[in-house]
């Protein structure tokens, strides 16, 4: 049986994310916790499968990052999926400096988006107590062609450039995999969306393709890998191809 922490001290939202986590998978144990000194108490004596928070919990603001730091200070690799109201444009910054796995924006999501994203999670966590090994491990080795670029073929870590872990959340994952199993052609819109779960539209995959160029970019400043083919899609540059450029 997996263990979920649903730390949010809304009420409503707490038992209507429990509602939606129970739908998705009934055989999980939910705990819910209200309050950072809870919380906190409870990963301390717990080892959760997946924790799905807030960041601001009451007046205290910053109750969700104070959180995470504790539970990466436990070491468990604990999957964390942040549920807030904050805008969305600070949670890459949140992510990279404290390793939640995803996010999702209140008011801008609904019940199947979360239950994929969710479960999509939990699956991740299966091989919880194994991703330190696993992302080392894909940090070391040559997971395709594309020496630069390291991808866990399980899709269950994130992607490697040149050594450093690349912070983006999993849809972009998902379709950075496409781009790079096709690595070399035009991949088009209609392919892409197959990996996106909600918001099926160019505008939409243009936002995604624009999130994982600025995640590169904070690593590697001349990143350009990523070619934007007009009206068609996009594709990504083998380091054969620029090599000869």
Known sequence: MYKVAIIEDDEPTSGQISEWVLSAAPDIEVARWFTRDDAEAAIAREDYDLVILDIELGRDRHAGVAIINAINKAGRGTPVLVVSAMPAAIYRGIMKALDAWDYLQKTTFEEPEFIDTFLEMLRAAKN??????????????????????????????????????????????????????????????????????????????????????????????????????????????????????
Do not use: C
Not at 207 to 231: G, Q, W
């Open 128 to 245: 919880r107590r194994q991703l330190a090994e696993r992302e080392k491990a894909a940090a070391q080795s040559i997971e395709s062609a594309d020496s630069e670029l390291s991808i866990d073929p399980l899709h269950q870590g994130a992607p490697f450039w040149r050594g450093k872990r690349v912070n983006v959340p999993l849809t972009a994952q998902r379709i950075l995999a496409v781009l790079h199993e096709r690595q070399g052609e035009v991949v088009s819109y209609d392919d892409l969306f197959a990996a996106v779960k909600s918001g099926r539209n160019r505008e939409n995959i243009r936002k995604h393709i624009s999130t994982l160029r600025e995640a590169f970019r904070e690593l590697d400043e001349h990143f350009d890998r990523i070619e934007n083919v007009p009206m068609r899609g996009f594709r990504w540059v083998a380091s054969s191809e620029k090599t000869r450029g």
